[in-house]
């Protein structure tokens, strides 16, 4: 089950989990700045059922468009996960991400104001899990 707010389910404390990447939200923003967000569940253990997210910037070109640049952590992750899809244009995220299987690293990252928080993905591996 999705749920798009943070605070409306239990988050995943840092550490590795096998997990399940069940909302993409390609054009995700916040305070103006677009971004890819990936939303994951995680599929065993204690947590299951917990969620984590990662983001990605996108750049914004001269005329004001958003776009995936080609040296992003996007494109990085890409080139590591989908390695037959790095060389192709135009590929929806929906279709790489959504309902596959991940091992994903998740830690704590603190805010400008120094407050924790949680579920922040910050590495994706891929993984031989199917359920």
């Not at 239990?10 to 909302?23: H, I, L, N, R, T």
């Not at 677009?34 to 253990?45: D, H, N, P, V």
């Not at 080609?70 to 990085?76: A, E, P």
Request: charged share 35%; aromatic share 12%.
């Amino acid at each position: 089950m999705f749920i798009p707010r943070a605070e409306e389910i239990p988050q995943v404390p840092k550490g590795e989990y096998d997990a399940k990447c069940v909302y993409v939200n390609p054009k995700w923003s916040f305070l103006g700045n677009r971004k890819i967000a990936l939303y994951f569940e995680i599929t065993e253990g204690e947590h299951k059922h917990k969620q984590a997210r990662r983001f990605y910037n996108q750049g914004r070109r001269a005329d004001g468009e958003f776009e995936i640049r080609s040296k992003s952590k996007f494109m990085k992750d890409i080139k590591k996960l989908f390695p037959e899809k790095a060389d192709e244009c135009g590929y929806d995220p929906n279709d790489l991400f959504e309902n596959k299987f991940f091992k994903i690293t998740v830690n704590e990252i603190k805010t400008k104001d120094g407050t924790e928080k949680n579920s922040i993905v910050t590495i994706i591996e891929n993984t031989d899990v199917v359920f």
